[in-house]
């Protein structure tokens, strides 16, 4: 072959004497092995993508969400519980080491690290192996951090009451009578503007419904007020005050 056969001097430098247009690959000749990304691959990608988004749909349609009562920040009593893939890292807040004055070890430091671990991954194991066998270390911090994920999550279930959190989270369906004197009075007296017009509490009061407490306990909370509420909120008669007052405790 002569020297520059088929190319011509543009400058310094070579370009082919003749454009020969782009063909792709003949995927046809590895059957199995390879094949066209577009559309191909990402048409199969699409299709196994829908199957499990319609799945998942169903699912929450079959089986909702299971609703707890309205939150109640003066419950000092319940048992707070983040979704099932967040149970690891709650669990990892009971530890000496990460709570207390170290909780940032344990809610940002830690996580960080693991997190930042996967996503460097790429970039320190750049070997062209692909088995396990023949890339120890990433294979051994893998199944490092599923073991650890596995044995906290299971930690977290184990040492917690499920019943106990059941029963303090239970939506409880109180029947409130509007037309009863005592709601009347609580309404004139704005006690729903913070208890809301069911009485079942939100952000800004605890409910009144299955308070526990007495008549003569809820008139001298009324009176004298008690935590965000301040003294002096019933502007009403001692009748209208002892009304209202056994209406509440009657709310089971």
């Not at 080491?97 to 996503?119: E, Q, S």
């Not at 906290?152 to 059941?166: G, I, P, R, Y």
């Amino acid at each position: 072959m002569h020297r520059g056969k088929g190319m011509k001097f543009v400058g310094d430098s070579r370009v082919p004497a003749e454009r020969k247009p782009f063909v792709p690959k003949d995927y046809s000749e590895y059957p199995g092995k390879t094949e066209a990304f577009w559309p191909n691959y990402l048409l199969k990608e699409w299709m196994v993508g829908a199957v499990f988004l319609i799945g998942f749909l169903c699912l929450t349609v079959a089986h909702p969400s299971p609703l707890e009562r309205v939150a109640d920040p003066t419950d000092t009593g319940y048992i707070p519980l983040p979704d099932w893939y967040f149970l690891f890292l709650y669990q990892l807040l009971k530890y000496s080491f990460a709570a207390g004055p170290y909780t940032v070890i344990g809610a940002l430091v830690i996580p960080g690290l693991a997190f930042g671990g996967l996503m460097l991954a790429p970039f320190i194991d750049r070997g062209p192996e692909r088995r396990p066998s023949k890339r120890p270390l990433a294979t051994g911090f893998m199944l490092l951090s599923v073991a650890a994920v596995f044995y906290l999550t299971w930690e977290s279930v184990d040492q917690t009451d499920w019943e106990a959190k059941e029963k303090m989270g239970a939506i409880s369906a109180v029947e409130i009578d509007k037309n009863a004197d005592g709601y009347k009075i609580a309404e004139a007296n704005t006690c729903l503007s913070c208890h809301g017009g069911e009485l079942g509490g939100g952000a800004a009061a605890p409910k009144l419904t299955e308070t526990g407490l007495s008549a003569e306990e809820i008139a001298e909370i009324a009176v004298k007020g008690r935590g965000n509420m301040p003294a002096g909120v019933f502007k009403g008669t001692d009748e209208e005050l002892k009304v209202m007052s056994e209406y509440i405790a009657e709310l089971k």
